[in-house]
């Protein structure tokens, strides 16, 4: 009997955060559409599926964590296909195509999909479709988008050639699984090579079942007043006059029962996951009053835990919503009566969601409180997919009208600038569109969950044992026409909960034996840093590059290495170089009596400092250096000795949308010059001291 190629293909994906898993379920999703059968599962799940022996097309997602690492669910998977004994053409049967998520304001952008990628290549795996980079940086969207659009036509294009193969050898032999693998893997033409720009993919010219046309709402007198500006709420030709074409409505899969029991007494997650609950035993503000940006330092008591940390590792804190917007949330869904209710959640019966599950984050029996307040990111963007579900809950055409136009196709500039780029949340959208009554449950499958945010430590726990210090920056959004204006979640929240113990800056504690029970508490969990530490041999020279908060592990190694120094006063300690830069060297110098402590005792060989909203001094300074990669390039001929004949390291922490771009610039610069070569090759040696571990970045947005 000659052999049925199914059009089914295998999905694996490999999450940190969850987006590669959710990109993932849509493919699966959208599958049905298209006449094609998905299976799907976290590369984690190794007995769930076997790349060794598969048929089917395999669909990789793969997000990136890190230093450009795949993410932890994939390690095993990784580990598998890198065993070197493996023959080149062991997968060489393997019709694949792979989507790689990343985020360029980081290195090694999108390095954990091009890690598997080309391990996948060296083992003879060969591509049905042209590898798609998406960029958190710009918007994922923006290459995801087309890449799944595009994704169909390949399958389909991939199928039929299997077909056809089978046809071929059906005449031949039995249906064998080998005889399938060698026929799939003889027919496809495909350009294993090919990184193929996605602006310029040709799209699938198929015509999607998958998304639905929606005319023009030519009633919508709104839309044809004369106040011809778009915004959130309206739009303006020739958005407003098109036909669009909007995603499918993905298909509800959970059930929600709000139980009477009450729930009350239940504040602050339980003590899974690794958290500790820790005191905050002292909170001091670093910069004036009138900086630009307020800074503050914690101290955490990690005494009575099991906690043990070394500088450059961070910590993960826990930090709820805002009570405010938990509340406008429940008024707005019309359930402030139902807070205290136990929270039942269960899978919808006939959900044709694929692989369903009820999302671990949303604890059962919990309160409806708690679960707004600890466990949804209630103030993430709501994605495409979301916009379109809440439209169908939208009462008002014209506001179902608008909603329909932000998730379209045509409506995609729209939805970058009112939603993506205003950061706009699913209360601001409540708030914009009235007649929007979402249930509960469309909420539960479409928030993602609250995540921890990471600080740095700013300690030695040589110097401070029993102690964590962390400095951060209070995050101000401004009020704009989409929403009023906030504090960051987590370092909004923080600045409230320490207020009562909060030293203003040069002032001494007014009382530094309050009792534990008064001080505030943290739930933290260490997040160890596998390469950001000081090398294991003093002896090396560093250059720290730390402007602004990005000083904090810093600060660390400085602390150990002072103690190591008092401890072995034989030893010998390469030298040290910290480049640290802010706005105003009166207002806003972190740790700046500490740092030239360090200078006095010889802990720090050079501190390079740059102010860059200072006037020139009296003797106004011409081309002073106003950001650390001035400095770095005034101090280049060291920097470039440091790194290229004395084997130092080179450490850069902090922002990573703008300084640690422009710091890895000039160290191309630097190292062009001094070795005379072009970008390219300077480039070259740059990737080599990462490789080294020799130019390592702790970096964060
Ligand atoms: P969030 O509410 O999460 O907002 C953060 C970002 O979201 C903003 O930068 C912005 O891009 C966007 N955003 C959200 N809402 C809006 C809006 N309405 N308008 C415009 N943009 C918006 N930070 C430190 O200060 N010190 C550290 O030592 C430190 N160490 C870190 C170490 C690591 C390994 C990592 C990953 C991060 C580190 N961070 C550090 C960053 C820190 O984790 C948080 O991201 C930061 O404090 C902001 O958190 P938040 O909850 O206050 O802000």
Redesign the pocket.
């Known amino acids: 009997m000659p052999c049925e190629v199914a059009a089914r293909f295998l999905i694996l994906y490999g999450s940190q955060r969850g987006q590669a898993q959710s990109i993932a379920e849509e493919i699966c999703e959208q599958a049905a559409e298209y006449g094609l059968t998905a299976d799907i599962s976290c590369l984690s799940k190794q007995d769930k599926y076997n790349v060794d022996s598969e048929i089917r097309p395999v669909v990789f997602v793969v997000s990136t964590t890190g230093d450009g690492d795949p993410p932890d669910t994939a390690l095993k998977f990784v580990r598998k296909i890198k065993n070197k004994s493996l023959p080149h053409d062991h997968l060489s049967h393997l019709r694949y195509a792979l989507l790689a998520l990343g985020d360029t304001n980081y290195a090694n952008f999108c390095n954990g999909g091009k890690t598997i990628d080309s391990l996948l290549q060296r083992l003879g795996a060969k591509h049905f479709y042209a590898t798609g980079h998406a960029d958190d940086g710009t918007g994922l969207e923006v290459v995801v988008d087309p890449w799944i659009e595009g994704l169909w036509d390949a399958l389909k294009k991939t199928f039929s050639g299997m077909s056809a193969s089978n046809q071929t050898d059906a005449a031949r032999s039995d249906c064998t699984q080998d005889n399938n693998l060698k026929n799939a893997s003889g027919q496809e033409k495909t350009k294993s090579d090919l990184e193929v720009d996605l602006h310029l993919l040709k799209l699938s010219e198929v015509h999607s079942q998958n998304e639905k046309t929606v005319p023009s709402d030519s009633s919508d007198a709104e839309t044809h007043s004369t106040t011809l500006v778009a915004s959130l709420k309206q739009s303006v030709p020739p958005l407003s006059e098109s036909v669009l074409k909007v995603p499918a409505l993905p298909p509800s899969y959970l059930e929600v029962v709000l139980e009477q029991a009450s729930t009350e007494g239940e504040t602050v997650p339980s003590g899974k996951d690794g958290y500790h609950e820790v005191s905050i035993s002292k909170a001091v503000q670093l910069t004036q009053d009138d900086a630009v940006k307020s800074?503050i330092l914690l101290e955490l008591d990690i005494s009575e835990q099991d906690v043990a940390y070394q500088p450059g590792d961070?910590f993960d804190?826990l930090?709820p919503n805002r009570a405010s917007e938990v509340e406008e949330l429940l008024l707005r869904l019309d359930l402030q009566m139902q807070r205290n209710c136990a929270v039942q959640v269960s899978l919808l019966k006939n959900s044709s969601k694929k692989a369903a599950k009820v999302p671990l984050h949303i604890p059962q029996n919990s309160s409806l409180q708690f679960i707004l307040t600890w466990g949804l990111e209630i103030?993430s963007i709501p994605k495409k997919a979301f916009v379109r579900a809440l439209a169908d809950f939208t009462r008002s055409s014209s506001e179902k009208r608008r909603l329909l136009e932000l998730c379209s196709k045509e409506g995609s500039a729209d939805y970058n600038s009112f939603i993506r780029d205003?950061?706009?949340?699913v209360l601001d959208l409540l708030q914009a569109f009235p007649s929007c009554l979402p249930p509960l449950s469309l909420l539960f499958e479409h928030l993602p969950k609250l995540q921890p945010?990471?600080?740095?430590a700013?300690s030695s726990s040589l110097q401070h044992p029993e102690k964590v210090h962390?400095?951060?920056?209070?995050?101000e959004?401004?009020a704009?026409p989409e929403?009023p204006a906030?504090?960051?979640?987590?370092?909004?929240?923080?600045v409230d909960h320490i207020s009562s113990i909060l030293q203003p800056l040069g002032t001494v504690p007014a009382s530094e034996c309050l009792g534990t029970s008064a001080l505030p508490k943290v739930h933290v969990r260490p997040?160890p840093?596998s390469t950001f530490h000081l090398p294991s041999d003093p002896s090396v020279p560093v250059v720290m590059v730390g402007p602004g908060?990005?000083v904090?592990?810093f600060i660390g190694f400085l602390q150990q290495r002072e103690k190591e120094h008092e401890m072995n006063q034989e030893a010998t300690f390469g030298e040290t170089w910290l480049f640290f830069g802010c706005r105003h060297k009166d207002k806003d110098f972190l740790f700046r009596e500490e740092l030239e402590r360090f200078v006095h005792n010889g802990t720090l060989s050079h501190l390079i400092a740059c102010f860059s909203r200072d006037e020139p001094d009296a003797a106004g300074t011409v081309n002073r250096p106003t950001y650390v990669q001035h400095n770095l390039l005034l101090h280049a001929k060291n920097v470039a000795s440091i790194l290229l004949k004395d084997k130092g390291c080179l450490y850069v922490?902090g922002d990573a949308k703008n300084m640690a771009k422009d710091v890895n610039d000039t160290l191309l610069e630097i190292i062009g010059n001094e070795l005379q070569l072009d970008k390219l090759d300077a480039m070259k040696i740059v990737a080599g001291l990462r490789e080294e571990k020799r130019y390592l970045q702790?970096?964060?947005?």
């Open positions: 800074s961070s804190i930090c103030r205003s950061n706009v949340c945010r990471a600080y740095s700013a962390f400095v951060f920056n209070v995050v959004f401004p704009c929403h906030r504090t960051g979640l987590c370092t909004g929240w923080l997040r840093n908060t990005g904090a592990p922490c702790d970096i964060w947005s």
